[in-house]
């Protein structure tokens, strides 16, 4: 799959150390000739101008082959919870596709005919950074389109860039509402197949409403950045609607992301009189946070409402606290796993669990359902260009409004436009099986996209303040 | 004179780039522009090097111009003349208040006390909800004078505004560094109480250089600003954006005033193929790189390049 | 008066306070007592401390997680966190002190911090090439000691050990610079290094033996806490800075400044954590700030010669 661009990469790379090793060649000799240096000079300058062109020709892309940049966290923290299983779903997929092996109804080979080539590169670093990746894979290598992203932030900084640069860009992870609702308010180039971040909060709310209706009242321990800061303020205000008689706590924790060491905050969990603690922690400050809450029994003594636990879970296997609500930001992960008995969730599991050796996780299903949901949008485009490669208007077209079907669940492309999905959600009551060797979830609820997302053309907060009016639950 | 050779230089350099601009694919353009905004930030540092201080904060100024970019513009001013010039100036301002407070400090506690305030910021910049927090703000494309271009037009344009920026940085760089005031830096370096039995305060040279410096810087998070079109506070405020700038001052050389924007060039072609042939692999290259810089050509590129051209005389 | 007094006087909020300031700020000391010694001594402030940290922890989680999988008695953790320490201390002292700073010294200091830098980058991409993505978990040796119910409070043995593990570390120090001709030689190098040599004191091998001891300790941290974190790639950038503003704080170089420093941010924190959670981020770089202002030295920093 990857092997023409690895040629091409490693071409690259040889020819740029023949280029550094003669600019070495010409610093270490002390020539005395002035003319042979400037020669020299010239010849490097034509040979690194070569290098560029030819890597520019290298990558023209052919009708028959088309390339899908898929942006993870392929270095620092977000690595193992997000990027990791992010990058297994997608290669996984990918491979499927070209081969047709994907169950009905994407069982065709390739996009629309075409094979899929994809460039998964780290989205560490920072939105400044990402931006200036997403004009390289853009204006260098002329990819297709994008499917990817995990953190709000750089989907917030991406976002008027793809539309400026006229790229279709399909959202599989990131939650901020802000990308359509601020942001982009007439979105044309840019997707996301999933319900935003607020659909999390207002389900928990939901669940908790109706699973803990005589709490006596809830804090938080959260990241301080965008994405603790938000999680917290959505699940805040659905809760003053849903459940105004469980009060919630003005002095909620707000460590530094990575900050690795939770002890006094721990006890200022301990010490506050909340039953329920609600925590948007994922990753390896999950992690660390849960072995120190257990050595202090922290669990035992508190519920916690875990809203992307489900990142950990597998991993910390009979180390996850018993009665935890856990969330896996909608039906993904270990909800799929074990609840949904459809082929194709079966398939991708199987496929999962005998190539990589462990559950697949939600980043990997949302990763997968963003190439799926472009694969049906090219081949509806093409089949409508009676079966010529559609052109990006013609694809846009054909995704917008639209409904297909992901790996774990169906999405509607029913907000901002038809650019914003709407998929379902579930929550349950975590614990660990003796006998499976695996992490299960119990009391399971689920909730119906339109229920937790706000309806089409009104942003998350104003909704959530003016008491969610048009949500609709059966 | 040498000062006439630089000027010389830089100018047709600046000349040749604005015509090469017209032809250079999209991806090179940017490389470019980032290394004109990484440059000016290095050229802060230099001014500040002369005098044996190095500062570990000057994303202080960089990312305080870099928001006052992305908020002038959330205010509705568009105009990039506008936006760069009141963002670096409110940098300068920021450094001259500083300044009060760390020309008192030498060495690494310098060093250390600027890193603190820019941590400081970082944390401000994380946390407050108007500014988007760690999500960062997004910045329009910029008008100029009026002409507001699009698409290619857009980058195109703000290449040669870039240049212009960076030419009256470096010329004003330059004429300092000539001048009494700027000559008594490395006296400062050398010995600080025979400058005092000289006549001149110390603590005032130091001052207006931690000034000057932070004005380059600000300009420097201008142009990134509008360059990129984001702000956040990672790529930023946060130490290590501090650390990739002395990484290009180091890798510059405080040779000459033009050193830094090659420095910055060589660094974002670096990072650049980097990124694209290993994302896992950038850490081992930068810090391979700059190990090496250290260890073989500890005055940086600017040296080599004189090596090159048989020049042994540099600019002291 | 007094009633009012004693509503105000919440002794187990008093205590709660106290004892998480005093856990937070042995893990500080214990972080950054590395990397000030090597400063102390050497005048190198160590970005590569970050390192030996990561690495530390990532052998003592790597081997423990093959310890335990074994299922061998319990307390072997514990051996196996000095273990790592020892060996990635000596492995990455002799390396990285003949290797790099050894070429450095008399050289501009911000060259060498960069140098440490440079060094920093390039371990935490070898790191990522040894270990991988994955986090490695050791989480046994912090459930086995259990947990302690303090005037309503509960709090877990192995970190309330850290405090005991701080002290001796400290205490050992105090002793061996004090009580011994081996940290008298020391002094003696730290104060005038050219006279040492004079004298005939082997000062290439005090420096050596000196940042040996440096990266063990930063590697024992390291293993130290990896039985209450995940370890991941990263967790190195996070300490680098926290030990920065201890060994800022404290006084560049100054044991007793480090202790007193770090207990002092630990006991401000979990006062901020406690009252106003939010205030969190900012309290180590605002004590920094604010020490660096009106004491540039440090609290406990020996005074300067000015030399013309």
Redesign the interface.
């Known amino acids: 799959m990857a092997q023409a661009s690895t040629t091409l990469g490693l071409m690259f790379i040889l020819t740029k150390l023949t280029v550094v090793s003669t600019m070495y060649l010409l610093f270490i000799q002390e020539d005395k000739n002035m003319k042979h240096r400037v020669l020299r000079l010239v010849a490097v300058g034509v040979a690194a101008v070569l290098t560029t062109f030819g890597v520019a020709v290298g990558n023209a892309v052919a009708k028959d082959k088309m390339v899908i940049a898929v942006p993870t966290f ?4 977000g ?2 919870a997000f ?2 299983p992010a990058r297994n779903g997608t290669e996984l997929i990918i491979q499927a596709i070209n081969k047709g092996q994907v169950p009905a109804p994407y069982n065709t080979k390739g996009i629309a005919g075409a094979q899929v080539e994809a460039i998964i590169y780290d989205e560490s670093g920072g939105g400044a950074k990402q931006v200036t990746e997403y004009r390289n894979k853009v204006q260098k290598l002329g990819v297709d389109m994008f499917a990817g992203f995990v953190s709000s932030g750089t989907c917030a900084a991406i976002t008027p860039v793809a539309e400026e640069l006229k790229t279709l860009t399909v959202y599989a992870t990131c939650g901020t509402p802000r990308v359509f609702e601020e942001l982009d308010k007439n979105p044309k180039y840019v997707f996301r197949t999933m319900s935003h971040a607020t659909a999390d909060g207002v389900a928990l709310a939901h669940y908790v409403a109706s699973k803990y209706p005589s709490a006596n009242g809830y804090t938080g321990i959260n990241q ?1 950045y965008a994405w603790g800061q938000d999680s917290w303020r959505d699940f805040d205000l659905a809760m003053k609607v849903l459940a105004p008689n469980i009060k919630g706590s003005d ?6 992301i ?4 939770y ?3 721990i ?2 969990l ?2 506050s009189p909340e039953d329920l603690v609600h925590t948007s922690f994922w ?3 999950l ?2 946070f849960i ?2 809450g ?4 922290l669990f035992k003594k508190k519920t916690f409402l875990m809203s992307v636990a489900g990142t950990a879970a597998y ?1 910390l296997g009979k ?1 996850l606290p018993a009665g935890i609500v856990l969330g896996s930001r909608g039906p993904y992960g270990i909800y799929a796993n074990q609840l949904t008995d459809t082929p194709m969730v079966k398939w991708f599991n199987n496929a999962y669990v005998n190539r990589y050796g462990t559950q697949p996780t939600q980043p990997s299903y949302q990763y997968a359902q963003a190439i799926l949901g472009a694969k049906f949008a090219y081949e509806k485009a093409a089949a409508a260009n009676s079966g010529k490669w559609p052109s990006t208007d013609q694809v846009i077209a054909a995704l917008e409004g639209a409904t297909f079907q992901g790996v774990a669940t169906e999405v509607r492309m029913a907000r901002s436009n038809g650019h914003q999905g709407v998929t379902d959600h579930a929550w349950g009551v975590a614990s660990f099986d003796k006998e499976l060797g695996l992490p299960v979830v119990s009391e399971v609820m689920h909730f119906k996209g339109d229920c937790i997302m706000p309806p089409d053309g009104m942003d998350s907060v104003t909704w959530l303040k003016g008491g969610m009016k048009g949500a609709k639950c059966d | 004179m040498s000062a006439d050779k630089t000027i010389i230089g830089v100018t047709i350099a600046v000349v040749l780039l604005a015509c090469a601009n017209f032809f250079i694919a999209d991806w090179i353009r940017q490389i470019g522009l980032l290394s004109m905004a990484i440059g000016s930030v290095a050229l802060g540092l230099l001014v500040l090097w002369r005098t ?1 201080l ?1 500062s ?1 904060g000057h994303a202080l100024f960089y990312g305080f111009s870099a928001y006052g970019v992305a908020l002038l513009n959330y205010l509705g001013v568009r105009d990039a003349f506008v936006l760069v010039i009141v963002s670096a100036a409110a940098s300068g301002l920021l450094a001259w208040g500083l300044g009060f ?1 760390v020309r ?2 030498r ?3 310098f ?3 600027t ?3 820019s ?2 910021l970082y ?1 401000v910049l ?2 407050t909800e108007r500014f988007g927090s760690t999500d960062g703000l997004n910045v329009h494309p910029p008008t100029f004078l009026g002409y507001a271009p699009v698409d290619q037009a857009a980058q195109i344009t703000l290449f040669l505004f870039g240049l212009l920026v960076i030419y009256g940085l470096i010329l004003g760089v330059q004429i300092y560094l000539r001048s009494v005031l700027g000559q008594m830096t490395t006296a400062v370096r050398e ?1 600080e ?1 025979r400058v005092e039995y000289l006549g001149y305060s110390v603590e005032h040279v130091i001052h207006i250089k931690y000034v000057i410096s932070g004005l380059l810087a600000g300009f420097g998070g201008a142009i990134m600003a509008l360059a990129v079109g984001q702000v956040d506070p990672e790529s930023m405020a946060y ?2 954006a501090s ?1 990739e700038f ?2 290009v001052a ?1 890798l510059a050389g405080t040779g000459n005033v033009a050193a830094p924007f090659i420095g910055a060039v060589a660094f974002e072609v670096i990072r650049h193929f980097a990124w694209e042939h290993g994302a ?12 090496a810089i ?2 073989f050509v ?1 005055d940086g590129i600017w040296s080599v390049l004189q090596r090159l051209v048989g020049k042994k005389d540099g600019v002291k | 008066m007094v009633q009012l007094l004693l509503g105000w006087f919440d002794l ?2 008093i205590f ?2 106290l ?3 005093l ?2 700020g042995s ?1 500080l000391f214990i972080v950054a007592v590395g990397m000030t010694v090597i400063f102390g001594v050497q005048r190198v ?1 160590n970005v590569t401390h970050g390192s030996f940290y990561a690495f530390g922890a990532y052998l003592a989680a790597y081997l423990g997680g093959i310890w335990y999988e074994h299922e061998l008695p319990d307390f072997g953790g514990f051996v196996i966190i000095f273990l790592a320490a020892i060996v990635v201390g000596v492995f990455f002292g002799i390396l990285i002190e003949r290797g ?1 700073l050894k ?2 010294y008399g ?5 060498v ?3 440490t ?10 790191g ?2 040894i270990w991988g ?3 490695y ?1 050791f ?1 046994q040796p ?2 086995m ?1 259990g ?1 302690v119910e303090i005037l309503g ?4 043995y ?2 309330l050990s850290l405090i005991v593990l701080a002290l001796i570390i400290s205490l050992s120090i105090w002793y061996f610079l004090s009580r011994t001709i081996w940290g008298r030689l020391l002094q003696a190098v730290i104060f005038d290094r050219e006279v040492s040599q004079a004298m005939g004191v082997n000062v290439t091998a005090v420096f050596l033996g000196t940042f040996i001891l440096g990266t063990t300790l930063g590697a024992l941290s390291g293993a130290a ?1 990896a ?4 370890v ?4 190195g ?2 300490v680098v ?1 926290l030990a ?2 201890v060994v ?1 704080i404290g006084g ?1 170089g100054s044991i007793p400044g480090a202790l007193i420093g770090s207990v002092l941010v630990g006991v401000v ?2 006062a901020a ?2 009252e106003f ?2 205030a ?3 309290v180590i ?2 004590i ?2 604010i020490v ?2 009106f004491r ?2 440090g609290l406990f920093a020996p005074p300067a010669v ?1 030399k ?1």
Do not use: C
């Not at chain 3, 409070?153 to 877990?156: A, E």
């Open positions: 392929l270095t620092g923290g690595a193992p990027g990791v301080n002095k909620g924790q707000w460590p530094k990575f900050a690795g060491r002890g006094a905050e006890s200022a301990l010490k990753g390896g400050d992690e660390a072995f120190q257990l050595a202090r029994g991993r180390k | 044996g190095i570990f407070l008192r400090y060495a690494i506690f060093a250390l006390l890193m603190a305030f941590m400081i944390g994380a946390k010995n109480i130490w290590t650390g002395v990484f180091i896992n692999l950038w850490q081992l290259i930068m810090g391979g790189t700059l190990l250290i260890m500890p | 187990q909020l709660t306070i004892t998480d300031g856990i937070y893990y402030l790099l070429h450095l050289k501009d200091e911000h060259i911090v960069l140098a830098f440079a060094a920093f980058l390039a371990l935490e991409g070898i990522l090439f993505t994955d986090p978990f989480y912090q459930m000691l947990f409070m509960t709090y877990d192995y970190n806490i039985p209450t974190i995940s991941l790639p990263g967790i950038v996070e800075v920065f503003a800022v560049m924190r979990a954590i406690h959670p939010q969190e981020m900012f770089y605002a920094m700030a660096l202002v540039p030295e000015r013309i």
